[in-house]
């Protein structure tokens, strides 16, 4: 399918046992509403980095969030 872009939540679990949650291929805040869930269930936000596709209203935004 041309022209369409799928979106993913991706969780990174390192070594120490903190996590990384990247969502992609949402637009603007879609991602927070997406990835409400699961924040909540990993507990706590520690930090949160916003790209700059997270600004925009067009496909292709990223949000990273550090998990403690």
Do not use: N, W, Y
């Not at 939540?9 to 509403?33: H, M, Q």
């Not at 980095?49 to 550090?66: C, I, M, N, P, R």
Request: aromatic share 4%.
């Amino acid at each position: 399918m041309t022209g369409t872009s799928s979106k993913t939540i991706e969780i990174i679990v390192k070594p120490d046992g903190s996590t990384s949650l990247e969502t992609k291929g949402f637009v603007g805040s879609e991602c927070r509403a997406a990835s409400e869930f699961i924040e909540k269930a990993l507990g706590s936000r520690a930090s949160e980095q916003l790209t700059s596709e997270f600004h925009q209203s067009v496909a292709g935004t990223q949000q990273t969030t550090q998990q403690r």
